[in-house]
């Protein structure tokens, strides 16, 4: 079986295991029916998603000069307490910042390598968790906006980490946690312009991902170094695909490049 098209990152649906699709103009796989099945993913070429040309990919899927255009990758996306779209006050398209920003916007913990603090929309709930690789996160608060959220944040990375240890992660190098005592440790330290929104009753989500070997020394496959990889895949966690010879694929952080994968 033969695939070809752009790459996106994997859709995903919360069952037991997630189940992941890879989705291209025409058609789509499942990748959990495969698992343990030789995958060959040969690079094309660069196909920006903004602009849809052939010019290199620089980050997030875009080229250089789409990058430093589009509302979708401006600097409120990654620092949400930079957002303003509350304000009125325009960044790149107000009204595309006013879609994304003035939404319910969730402050969590989740647990991928270690407690981390994150920010997501709550539509986004739990893809966004699936997405890091956490086996199990919380809701902290639920606000009205992203700049609550990202304000809150800030906060509490004080206090709890804000990043994710990819390779322990894929590794499965982690241990439970008690997130509820977690999250009324940090709640002394939430911004009191966001402490009515606090969350107090919830429970811990658990998430389950389709993994028949973890590997002991993940090394990260380079479409631009090596434009021709084989391998059987043993898991997906993350957006990243395992495979039997530790090497593993951000699918995420090749969003934008055209490939053809093959089915053995």
């Known amino acids: 079986m033969k695939y070809s098209g752009v790459l996106t990152k994997m859709r995903t649906e919360n069952s037991a295991p997630i189940q992941y699709y890879l989705l291209f103009e025409n058609d789509f796989l499942n990748m959990n029916q495969i698992l343990d099945r030789q995958l060959s993913i040969s690079f094309i070429k660069y196909q920006c998603l903004n602009c849809g040309l052939d010019k290199k990919i620089f980050r997030m899927g875009y080229c250089y000069d789409c990058f430093y255009q589009v509302p979708q990758a401006a600097d409120w996306v990654i620092r949400p307490e930079l957002s303003t779209a509350h304000l009125g006050k325009e960044d790149r398209d107000l009204e595309f910042e006013k879609k994304m920003q003035l939404q319910p916007h969730v402050v969590y913990l989740a647990n991928s390598s270690s407690v981390k603090v994150g920010v997501t929309r709550k539509s986004q709930v739990p893809t966004r968790w699936i997405d890091q690789g ?39 190098d982690i241990k439970d946690e008690d997130l509820v005592h977690w999250r009324s440790e940090l709640k002394q330290y939430i911004p009191e312009e966001a402490m009515e929104y606090f969350i107090a009753n919830n429970t811990e989500t658990n998430l389950e991902f389709p993994v028949i070997q973890y590997p002991q020394k993940p090394k990260s496959l380079n479409l631009e170094k090596t434009q021709n990889y084989s391998g059987v895949l043993k898991g997906i966690k993350g957006q990243y695909l395992i495979f039997e010879d530790d090497t593993v694929f951000n699918v995420r952080s090749n969003e934008g490049y055209v490939v053809d994968i093959t089915v053995m």
């Open 134 to 172: 956490a086996h199990e996160a919380i809701e902290i608060v639920e606000v009205p906006n992203r700049y609550l959220a990202g304000i809150t944040e800030v906060a509490l990375k004080d206090h709890v980490s804000d990043k994710t240890n990819w390779r322990a992660m894929l590794k499965n």
